[in-house]
């Protein structure tokens, strides 16, 4: 914290190959007969925002599946159209459909042969938060994620700001509003993941795609979800998936500082508080945008 700031330049390497430095290498799959209910308690159970499906014998990639999807699935959006038509609103068949119902077969990937500034680059432009990396006959190797452009410089002195990158517009639910009407509100605004929530206009904490999956995996809710009775647990007031202690950081702190508190705590992101008040939400997306935008030499 005292070499004064980072060139960003310096945190990614440019080798080829390099990519699988700072990639995780013993990736979990799941084959695409998986259940949708069995691939909610896969994801709940390691903490995954994202599952490969791949063959099971090859291990050749054939989609992704991701915590919007289930939320959009069981929530409100496209998905949500194939358990109302394909299953008449029967929530017990829809869950115990294939996973391949709702995976994205639209792969982005890279090979292990890429250098980190490819991974940087194509995340960036194609705004996505993690890249399969694979081997030429497309057999998933390991995975890179923000994540892991977030722990290059957690606890660093990037000389950057939060404010300079966090995203100022930021989307609130009212914690009386009802899981479903939140599910609904994380698929219509793009797919955000995450999203702070308030009570009597005071923040309260975040809710995510993620607490969302496992609270429908675990538990009481869980019984009710695979007896079918899924509108008595999704009608409870989001606020009762608010994690008690709040995390957030400030606009003036730096971003490496902000990367070490979501390491330590375990979120991937931050509300950004100044004064009281909410200002912003920085999220380990951002992270990517900052090695991208502060990295002359890669995006032209």
Do not use: C
């Not at 929530?91 to 709702?102: F, G, P, Q, Y």
């Not at 795609?209 to 019984?223: K, P, V």
């Amino acid at each position: 914290m005292d070499r004064g700031p980072v060139q960003f330049d310096s945190r990614a390497a440019k080798r080829a190959g390099d990519v699988l430095t700072i990639a995780t290498a013993d990736v979990v799959t799941a084959p695409p007969t998986t259940t949708i209910i069995g691939a909610i308690k896969i994801m709940t159970s390691y903490g995954f925002g994202r599952l490969p499906i791949a063959d099971p014998g090859t291990r050749r990639l054939l989609g992704f599946v991701t915590g919007v999807d289930v939320v959009d699935f069981l929530g409100g959006g496209i998905r949500h159209n194939l358990l109302k038509k394909k299953y008449e609103g029967n929530i017990l068949a829809a869950i115990n459909a294939d996973i391949r119902e709702i995976m994205s077969p639209r792969l982005i990937s890279i090979t292990e042969k890429s250098s980190v500034e490819d991974a940087l680059k194509l995340m960036y432009e194609k705004s996505v938060g993690g890249l399969p990396v694979v081997d030429e006959d497309n057999r998933i190797k390991a995975l890179v994620t923000e994540h892991d452009f977030a722990k290059l410089v957690a606890g660093v002195n990037t000389g950057i700001k939060v404010e300079e990158f966090m995203s100022p517009n930021v989307i609130t639910a009212n914690g009386s509003i009802s899981i479903e009407k939140t599910t609904r509100m994380m698929v219509q605004q793009g797919g955000f993941r995450k999203l702070p929530v308030v009570q009597d206009s005071i923040l309260i904490g975040m809710v995510t795609a993620s607490d969302i999956m496992r609270y429908l995996g675990t538990g009481e809710a869980f019984g009710k979800v695979v007896t079918g009775d899924i509108r008595d647990v999704m009608s409870q007031q989001i606020k009762i998936l608010v994690r008690r202690d709040l995390v957030s950081t400030t606009k003036e702190a730096d971003l490496g500082t902000a990367a070490e508190t979501m390491m330590d705590k375990g979120v991937g992101a931050l509300p950004v508080m100044d004064d009281g008040s909410l200002v912003g939400i920085i999220t380990k997306r951002d992270f990517i945008r900052a090695f991208a935008e502060e990295k002359r030499g890669i995006i032209p």
